[in-house]
């Protein structure tokens, strides 16, 4: 009589191995995607926060060329070269260190008065989305960096 309770028991089991790995498999993906997404985000993100850096890094100690308003934008426009080429003068071949990147989403702020030398110089990436496998993600006015200017004001004198 043993016996036989034991096999109905083991016959009422089969295939429960199969629904917990259907299951747990589902529960494992579920997470390690999300982890992906998450990890791939944020290496990106710190991507961003290294180039924007740098780019405020260079724009607080270049000579600040402001014989006119043209000037400013050529040094502005260096800067953001920077930010999204790791270079001021670009060649025609190069690509961006973060892709998707342009110029046109990275904001230079000069803070000071006007017609003197700068205080410090704001640098951040608006409207940059980076798409992860199940959503994007929008940055908006981050990362921002500010450096204090410590380069050479040169009122006079134009960018070339």
Not at 14 to 32: I, N, R, S, W, Y
Not at 134 to 145: D, I, N, Q, Y
Request: with cysteine; glycine share 10%.
């Amino acid at each position: 009589m043993r016996v036989s309770t034991l096999r109905g028991r083991k016959r009422s089991q089969k295939g429960h191995a199969m629904l917990e790995l259907a299951l747990c498999a589902g529960v494992m993906m579920t997470c390690l995607a999300g982890t992906f997404q998450f990890g791939y985000t944020f290496y990106i993100y710190n991507q961003l926060v290294t180039a924007v850096g740098n780019g405020a890094r260079y724009g607080a100690q270049r000579t600040y060329r402001a014989a006119s308003a043209q000037d400013i934008e050529r040094g502005n426009a260096a800067i953001r070269n920077m930010v999204v080429y790791g270079d001021a003068q670009p060649s025609n071949e190069v690509t961006p260190v973060i892709p998707g990147l342009k110029p046109e989403q990275v904001s230079v702020e000069w803070i000071g008065k006007e017609g003197s030398a700068p205080i410090a110089i704001d640098v951040s990436v608006h409207d940059f989305t980076v798409n992860a496998i199940f959503r994007s993600f929008t940055f908006e006015g981050k990362p921002l960096v500010e450096f204090p200017y410590i380069g050479r004001y040169a009122p006079g004198e134009s960018e070339r």
